[in-house]
C-alpha cells in the first residue's frame, strides 16, 4: 500500500485520492471477535454443552448399533431373550437352516448366545395371478407370464401352512415408471433391448 506524505496528509484531495485509488480497494480487517465469543462462552456454560462434537455424535447415533454401544444394547430387553432351561442348541447364521431347525422345533440360538423364536423367509407373489413361487431367481411369473412378481415375508405356521406379511405402504404397487413407450429395438451384437417375456431371444 503506498504511503502518503506528511505534506499531503492535509490536502483532502489527495488523502482521497490515495484512500480510492486502484491500489486500496482492499477493505480493512474485520475487528476480531474471537475474545468476545470466549467471554460468552465462560458467561453461559450451556452454549458450551450445545457445542460438544461427542455430544453431537452421540446425538446421531440414537437408535443406531454402533461399537460404542453394542454393551448396552445387548443388554436391553429389546435385544433378545437368554435361553431359559435350554441344554441343547444349534447356532447357525442360514436362514434356511434356521427355518427348518425351528419347524423341526430344535432351540435356534443366535451367534451371541440368545434364543431365536422367529425365523422369517421370503418368497415371490404375482400381483396379476397372486400365484406364488419359491424360485426366488424367477423374473416373470410361472403361471401368467407376466413380469409382475414381487418379494413378500412368509411365516410357516405349525400345521405347515404360509402366512404371508403384506406391506402397508401403497407406493409398493405404484406404477410410476412402468408406463413409458418401449425404445425401438436395436441390433447388433451390442443391443440392450429390454427383457419383456421370459422367452425372449436374446
Not at 460404542?68 to 447364521?93: D, H, K, L
Not at 422369517?120 to 407370464?145: A, D, N
Request: charged share 20%; hydrophobic share 35%.
Amino acid at each position: 500500500i503506498p504511503l502518503v506524505a506528511e505534506r499531503d496528509l492535509a490536502d483532502p484531495v489527495a488523502l482521497a485520492e490515495t484512500e480510492f485509488s486502484s491500489f486500496l480497494f482492499w477493505r480493512n480487517p474485520l475487528p476480531n471477535i474471537e475474545e468476545d465469543l470466549e467471554g460468552l462462552l465462560k458467561a453461559d456454560p450451556l452454549l458450551l454443552e450445545a457445542e460438544d462434537p461427542e455430544g453431537q455424535e452421540s446425538g446421531e447415533e440414537d437408535g443406531w448399533i454402533t461399537p460404542r454401544n453394542i454393551e448396552q444394547m445387548q443388554q436391553s430387553p429389546c435385544w433378545g431373550s437368554e435361553p431359559a432351561q435350554v441344554q441343547v442348541g444349534c447356532v447357525t447364521t442360514d436362514f434356511a437352516m434356521q427355518n427348518v431347525l425351528l419347524q423341526m422345533g430344535l432351540h435356534v440360538l443366535s451367534f451371541n448366545g440368545l434364543l431365536i423364536q422367529h425365523a422369517r423367509s421370503y418368497i415371490l407373489r404375482c400381483h396379476g395371478c397372486f400365484r406364488t413361487t419359491s424360485k426366488m431367481t424367477q423374473l416373470f411369473c410361472p403361471h401368467c407370464g407376466n413380469k409382475t412378481l414381487k418379494k413378500v415375508a412368509v411365516t410357516v405356521k405349525d400345521d405347515g401352512s404360509f402366512h404371508l406379511h403384506f406391506s402397508q405402504n401403497p407406493k409398493v404397487l405404484n406404477p410410476r415408471g412402468l408406463r413409458h413407450s418401449l425404445p425401438a429395438p436395436q441390433g447388433g451384437k451390442h443391443a440392450s433391448n429390454p427383457h419383456l417375456t421370459e422367452d425372449q431371444c436374446l
